[in-house]
């Protein structure tokens, strides 16, 4: 059986932090579906769709890629996909301290997952969708954070 990750964010950007996790998670699974995440509570800075053609584009020599948007359940996202496995980044104590309450609800919504951590790389742990976002509102160049060209 094919093993499938769900790599699920927001990718408010996309960047060259997330494209690390995809493409050593693609050396444990066969597949990395990367699923972004849509709220319709939370307004978007990158709209969704120019944002999912960039991600595609970045990952066009990666047929093991595919790239999905979806609202609801990111476990439930997972099963419908056939993913058994999560793919999460993990920089720092802030995000372990988050993503430790997040595991265990998708394990409750879906118990056969397992979410997989990946320590970043420690050049490209400072990189964060939010710093890019401020940097790109105020007219700065974000074009070395990110693997594709806006
Ligand atoms: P979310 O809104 O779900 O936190 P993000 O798009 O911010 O979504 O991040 C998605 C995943 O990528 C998370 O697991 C996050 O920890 C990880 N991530 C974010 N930035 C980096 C980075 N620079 N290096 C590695 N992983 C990262």
């Known amino acids: 059986m094919k093993r499938i990750a769900l790599f699920p964010g927001s990718f408010d950007p996309f960047t060259k932090g997330h494209e690390d996790i995809v493409l050593r998670g693609l050396k444990l699974f066969d597949e990395v579906v990367i699923g972004v995440g849509r709220n319709a509570r939370k307004e ?37 996909e056939g993913a058994k496995f999560l793919l999460r980044g993990l920089r720092n104590t802030t995000d372990f301290e988050y993503e430790n309450g997040i595991s265990q609800v998708n394990r409750y919504v879906y118990d056969e997952i397992e979410t997989v951590f990946l320590i970043t790389s420690p050049d490209l742990a400072p990189i964060s969708s939010s710093i890019v976002r401020d940097l790109h509102r105020y007219g700065q160049p974000v074009d070395t954070f990110l693997p594709y060209k806006l």
């Open 44 to 80: 978007r800075y990158f709209p969704l769709d120019q944002m999912m053609e960039l991600i595609e584009g970045a990952f066009q020599a990666h047929p093991a890629v595919r790239v999905i948007s979806y609202e609801d359940l990111t476990a439930r996202v997972a099963r419908n």
